[in-house]
């Protein structure tokens, strides 16, 4: 190889090439500068910066901002009659987790945390695929035991981005869908483990 990169050298090329995963226009002098600050190891804020904050639809004074909500739907849902993901009319074509991906570009998770898929090979297991029979049992059950809801794509029954994460502010919507919104990571469990929903021991 005629490109060798000095050993030190390394953490701040994979550092650089995290950034440009993330879409922050950088240069390459600034790349090879060294840095003090430990970069972060996704730079999701940065990509995301840039982008207006559709999850945000509830000002300080308490008002609904209503024109958040076309981001991802095709009309200003009625959240006094559209109860559920049946109800609304979402912009996507086949798939509804290409709404989310417009802005996230995220890899496949859970099931991947703190390993490192190129020191192991180790390949995140697939959710959103149509749970079978037993997990489907674990989902009902923890449905009963718990105020909130886990959305399957109504069309092909698979488990969706907003299965796990709830898309909306806490306290647009009413009862269960408001379960986990402004939780951390925006997950539906609020505190709880969100993997026993679906993986009971
Ligand atoms: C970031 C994308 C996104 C934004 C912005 C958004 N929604 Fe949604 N909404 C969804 C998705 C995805 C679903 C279907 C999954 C679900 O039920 O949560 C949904 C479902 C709903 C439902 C069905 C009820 C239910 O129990 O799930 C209502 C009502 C709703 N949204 C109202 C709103 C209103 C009102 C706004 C604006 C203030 C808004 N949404 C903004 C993505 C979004
Ligand atoms: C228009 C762009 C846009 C769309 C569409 C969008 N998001 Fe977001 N999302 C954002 C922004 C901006 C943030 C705030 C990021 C930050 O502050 O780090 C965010 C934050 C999040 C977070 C929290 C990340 C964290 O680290 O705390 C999750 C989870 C999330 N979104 C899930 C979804 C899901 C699920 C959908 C689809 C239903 C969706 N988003 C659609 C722009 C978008
Ligand atoms: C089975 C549940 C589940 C599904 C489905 C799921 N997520 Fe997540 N997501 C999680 C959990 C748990 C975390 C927190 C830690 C982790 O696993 O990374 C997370 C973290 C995130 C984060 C914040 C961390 C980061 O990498 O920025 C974003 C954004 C996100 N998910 C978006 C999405 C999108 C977009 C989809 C659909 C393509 C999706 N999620 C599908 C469970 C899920
Ligand atoms: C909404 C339900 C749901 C949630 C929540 C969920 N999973 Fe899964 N998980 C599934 C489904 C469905 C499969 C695929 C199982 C199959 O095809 O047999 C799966 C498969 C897996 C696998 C592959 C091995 C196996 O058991 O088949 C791992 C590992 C895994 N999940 C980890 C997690 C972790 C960690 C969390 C929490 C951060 C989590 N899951 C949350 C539904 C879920």
Redesign the pocket.
Known sequence: MSKKIPVLLKPLVIAGAFLLMGGAALSAQKAAEPSKETPPPYE??EA??T?????EQINDEGEVLWGTCV??HKNVPDVQKEKSIKDVQ?HFEDD??Q??????TVKSHPGSEGISATMSGYVAPDHLVVPPKNIMLSMKLSLKELPMILPLDPKSGKI???T????HERGLLAGRADWGGDY????RSAGLDICQYCHRK
């Open positions: 999701r804020a995301l910066a982008v207006m904050n559709p999850h981001t991802c979402l509804p987790n709404i989310c991906r417009r802005c996230h969706i981005c907003s796990c994460h709830n898309p951390n990571m925006r997950l």
